[in-house]
């Protein structure tokens, strides 16, 4: 868990200073403090924009989303942090239909927005799995990780979809609540095909929830299916590698890509 908020960060946001906890879930940095959650900003670039396209959306029967919150001068930061007011909700990793169906919503909602330009210059461990999977960077990796990567990336062949923003990790960020639409949260930007974005999920709940393999039956609709869960394991297994520093993931993870490998291989 990253250290709490400032006093002085809290007074920027306007809440109080008493009653701040921690949230569980994402990577243990977000607070609770009133009726916002704070949590570290990582790209100002990409935090304002986000900010400015979510402050903006419509929100339909299909989906609503965390409005972020400007601090009381105005702006969308605050020493390093960054507020969104809080929704009603849980995440729950055995409804990935619902999450699937809720992202679709989400990500028509924001077809017509273009490339933002913090795309190019973004560098993290996400982004080097992206960029692999996309076959804008080569393969590399330890050992371990290339022994899955290599057969992946033998697989991949030229699609041909339109790319729009996306959320590049839905299956843990969107949150159910009764009577309410579902809620999309810590949207991480990528510029990809939504079809993509869906691939994620499935493949996440395959890899870490025990989702079934006829999940990606399920959405087989739609379009260059395999091809996306080629690209949405690449993307996953390299940034895993990458956030190990290329030492090579713990076993128990790079075995757990072993079985949806072989059931996207049969897609």
Request: charged share 20%; hydrophobic share 40%; aromatic share 8%.
């Amino acid at each position: 868990m990253t250290a709490p908020p400032s006093r002085e960060t809290l007074a920027s946001f306007g809440v109080p200073t008493d009653g701040l906890r921690p949230l569980d879930g994402g990577q243990g940095t977000s607070w609770r403090a009133g009726d916002l959650v704070l949590k570290p900003v990582d790209n100002p670039v990409e935090t304002g924009w986000r900010a400015e396209v979510l402050a903006s959306i419509a929100e339909t029967e299909e989906f609503r989303v965390a409005r972020p919150a400007r601090t009381l001068d105005g702006r969308w930061t605050a020493d390093g942090w960054q507020a969104s007011y809080a929704v009603t909700g849980q995440e729950d990793h055995g409804r990935p239909d619902d999450v699937l169906r809720a992202g679709a919503a989400f990500h028509s909602a924001v077809r017509t927005l273009p490339r933002p330009s913090f795309l190019d210059t973004r560098d993290d461990p996400w982004t080097f799995g992206d960029r692999m999977a996309w076959e804008e960077s080569p393969v590399i990796g330890s050992d371990a990780v290339l022994s899955l990567l290599e057969p992946l990336a033998a697989q991949r062949c030229p699609v041909d979809l339109p790319s729009q923003v996306v959320h590049g990790d839905l299956l843990g960020n969107v949150l159910f609540a009764e009577g309410h639409a579902p809620a999309v949260i810590d949207w991480p930007v990528y510029f990809r095909p939504p079809q993509w974005a869906a691939a994620v999920v499935v493949c996440d709940a395959m890899t870490w929830y025990k989702a079934p393999p006829d999940l990606a039956d399920r959405w087989s609709h739609l379009a260059e299916w395999k091809q996306m869960l080629v690209r949405a394991l690449i993307y996953r297994i390299a940034t895993d590698d990458a956030a190990s520093g290329f030492s090579g993931p713990p076993p128990s993870i790079t075995e757990a890509y072993r079985p949806v490998i072989e059931a996207v291989g049969a897609v």
